[in-house]
């Protein structure tokens, strides 16, 4: 699991994230009384790798916009990845 930070005025966010079979992915991000909230979560249970130009849109909770906030990224599978839009690597 890897931690980053996140301020967004955005009312969805984009990305993409790429799983071979059996991956998953898991956002969560970290409420203002300290509660964490899970704000996306794919599994890939087929036997081939998930779409490369899939994008996947999370609508960003309230208390979640124009603000720090900890975000936390739980990826399973060896080659489970997490993309934004463009060619940068989320995680």
């Known amino acids: 699991m890897t931690r980053r930070s996140l301020t967004t005025a955005r009312?969805?966010?984009?990305?993409?994230p790429r799983l071979g079979p059996g991956g998953s992915v898991r956002v969560y991000g970290r409420r203002p009384d300290g509660g964490r909230e899970?704000?996306?979560?794919?599994h890939n249970a087929g036997e081939k790798w998930t779409p490369i130009?899939?994008?996947y849109e999370l609508?960003?909770?309230k208390w979640l916009r124009g603000r720090p906030?900890?975000?936390?990224?739980e990826l399973q599978g060896r080659w489970s990845q997490l993309w934004t839009l463009g060619?940068?690597?989320f995680f």
Do not use: G, K, N, Q
Request: proline share 8%; charged share 20%.
């Open 38 to 42: 899970l704000l996306f979560a794919m």
């Open 11 to 16: 009312p969805r966010l984009l990305f993409c």
């Open 69 to 73: 906030t900890e975000v936390e990224i």
């Open 59 to 61: 609508t960003t909770p």
């Open 53 to 55: 130009s899939a994008r």
């Open 87 to 89: 060619d940068a690597t």
